[in-house]
């Protein structure tokens, strides 16, 4: 047991019977880089930037994303996510009745688009500047015109792979068209319970509607999956329920190829991996839905 455990310390993930599984970090800037995982999953660029009145020059975007890019050997850098739980004060975007269900995420694009191209063209000379394929993802894609939107924007500057977030339901129901546009597909469950379940991913009285083990999220997860099978494109899971050790099993047996998380929940999701078969997986994914 103490060997299996050591062996399960470090190298990618993997099910019991050797099935991989990437393990990423969901980071806010390069001081959360840790090793031990095979990469970055979700590169949250508006913490950068939450507490400045000014917007960040190139300059300054491209100095923070080569950071990161220098020190990681893979990294899925998101695109700003502005709004609701992450007001970026120096976009000046409009007070909302129902900010969540407003102008955020790709959304901002509408109305600012500059902020957008100027973003793209900091990751990409980032990423010339140090030898990375930089592989972009935009937040809160919604419908096919916004994915095919932003895909041809990102590839136009240069960018290696171009994905979408699911994090709206809609988006979940049509992952297979969305993967004819798209790389690759990074579920964010915690946006996604939010919109399926109608209940602000803030609300503590709520929790129970945002548990992620529900059965018509996994149903959503389960979608997604299955098109990244057919389309053998990456479908991740980059939410919390990610980094939970009883959860990313059962993700797993739904098909997702990679979970990213928090540093500091890699190890004891490696350990629940390596404790498991694929069909054990896939087990609990069937249990779960059912
Ligand atoms: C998510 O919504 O699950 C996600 C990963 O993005 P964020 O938590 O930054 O909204
Ligand atoms: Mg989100």
């Excluded at 098909?255 to 350990?271: D, I």
Aim: glycine share 8%.
């Amino acid at each position: 047991a103490e060997r299996a455990r050591l062996a399960a310390s470090s190298g990618p993930g993997r099910t019991a019977d050797g099935h991989p599984v990437k393990l990423l970090l969901n980071i806010g800037s390069a001081k959360d880089l840790r090793p031990g995982a095979e990469g970055v999953g979700l590169f949250r660029t508006e913490f950068l930037f939450l507490d400045r009145k000014q917007a960040p020059s190139f300059d300054e975007q491209v100095a923070a994303y080569a950071e990161v890019f220098g020190q990681a050997e893979s990294v899925i850098v998101r695109t700003l996510d502005a709004g609701t739980d992450k007001p970026l004060p120096f976009l000046g975007l409009p007070e909302e009745q129902n900010p969540a269900l407003g102008v955020r995420g790709l959304r901002v694009d509408r109305l600012l688009p500059d902020v957008l191209d100027t973003q793209l063209d900091a990751i990409a000379a980032a990423a010339r500047a140090t030898g990375t394929h930089a592989w972009v993802m935009a937040p809160m894609v919604t419908t096919m015109a916004e994915a095919t939107g932003f895909a041809r924007r990102a590839r136009a500057k240069g960018i290696a792979k171009v994905g979408a977030m699911v994090e709206v339901p809609a988006a979940a129901l049509r992952a297979g068209r969305l993967l004819q546009e798209v790389d690759f597909l990074s579920i964010g469950t915690n946006d996604l319970a939010q919109y399926t379940f109608a209940a602000d991913r803030q609300h503590s009285a709520l929790a129970d509607l945002l548990d992620p083990r529900q059965p018509a999220l996994l149903e959503l997860i389960a979608i997604c999956a299955e098109a990244g099978r057919e389309a053998g494109k990456p479908v991740g899971v980059c939410g919390e329920s990610a980094g939970d050790p009883l959860l990313a099993p059962l993700l797993v047996g739904l098909g997702v190829t990679s979970l990213s998380m928090a540093p500091v929940s890699v190890p004891a999701v490696r350990e629940a991996l390596a404790g498991l078969t694929l069909a054990e997986c896939r087990e609990r994914a069937r249990a779960a839905l059912s």
